[in-house]
């Protein structure tokens, strides 16, 4: 049975316990991370912990845990090997439900537990994601990762009813990011273009990493919106995301981004970032 961290303790799964009127769960006063584990090491915490630090700001949350020591209890409890440890805090849980936290503020809820998964090895680095494109329509202030996740769900449910792996979310004509992770092109200059870093789309970690690989490996870096027509004319197409590293989109809407299959940039920065995690 699997072990999870509650509030302070090591437990198994079956006996974590939230209270039903915690702010996460009423209101979505609650944020989370992801870290991945590869080779049974967490990775890019520096980075993780500080937009933690943000989210829980943002969402005016406290909380003073030493979450790389939880990790770690965690990883060697559950003898995990590659996968992702994810964790979440909340806005604590008050007597009764009420808009307006408590003036005297309650203890946070604070959660954690691992999750086995293959990171490395996945058939869609091969193939490619066959993604659509699909109206942006999410909490307007999207910089903070929070657990208001109720859009993000119907739009990947809205994908998977369509035949498609998850969609890009399209805002004002601009493509912000996908569901979960953030989007990038390969444009016919060679350039790669990402949405840079506001309150449209999340900071995301993988997204700081992936662009310090390409601007080593040469490429020219712009950080700015793009359209539904530059991503169909762009040469490649991909995600990047704690949970799935750096994955090839190959098709969006039905039409084939580039040769159809995953690029050769793409494909060498995800073969990077793997060998950059294994060997931090």
Not at 60 to 79: C, F, K, Q, S, Y
């Amino acid at each position: 049975m699997r072990t999870v961290w509650l509030n302070g303790e090591f437990v198994p799964e079956t006996e974590a316990k939230v209270p039903i009127f915690d702010r996460a769960l009423l209101f979505g006063q609650g944020v989370y991370e992801v870290t991945p584990v590869i080779d049974g090491r967490y990775c890019n915490w520096q980075y993780h912990g500080a937009r933690l630090e943000r989210s829980k700001a943002l969402s005016r949350i406290h909380d003073e845990t030493d979450w790389p020591a939880v990790i770690a209890g965690l990883i060697e409890r559950n003898e995990l090997a590659e996968g992702r440890v994810y964790l979440q805090i909340t806005g604590g849980a008050p007597a009764d439900r009420d808009f307006l936290s408590p003036l005297e503020p309650v203890p946070a809820n604070r959660f954690a537990f691992t999750q086995e998964a293959a990171l490395v090895d996945i058939p869609k680095a091969q193939t490619g994601l066959k993604v659509m494109l699909h109206p942006e329509g999410r909490w307007a202030l999207r910089s903070a990762k929070t657990t208001q996740l109720l859009y993000a769900v119907l739009a990947k449910e809205a994908a998977r009813d369509a035949g498609f792996d998850d969609a890009w979310f399209v805002e004002d004509g601009m493509i912000t990011e996908q569901t979960a992770a953030n989007a990038h092109i390969i444009d016919a200059r060679g350039v790669l273009v990402s949405h840079p870093v506001d309150h449209s789309v999340l900071p995301g970690v993988t997204r700081i990493c992936t662009l310090e690989i390409a601007r080593a490996m040469g490429l020219e870096v712009e950080e700015r919106a793009f359209t539904p027509e530059e991503l169909f004319a762009a040469r490649e197409a991909f995600v990047s995301a704690a949970g799935s590293l750096v994955l090839p989109v190959s098709e969006v809407d039905g039409r084939p981004i580039g040769n159809g299959g995953p690029g050769v940039l793409t494909s060498e920065i995800r073969k990077r970032y793997v060998e950059q995690l294994r060997s931090a």
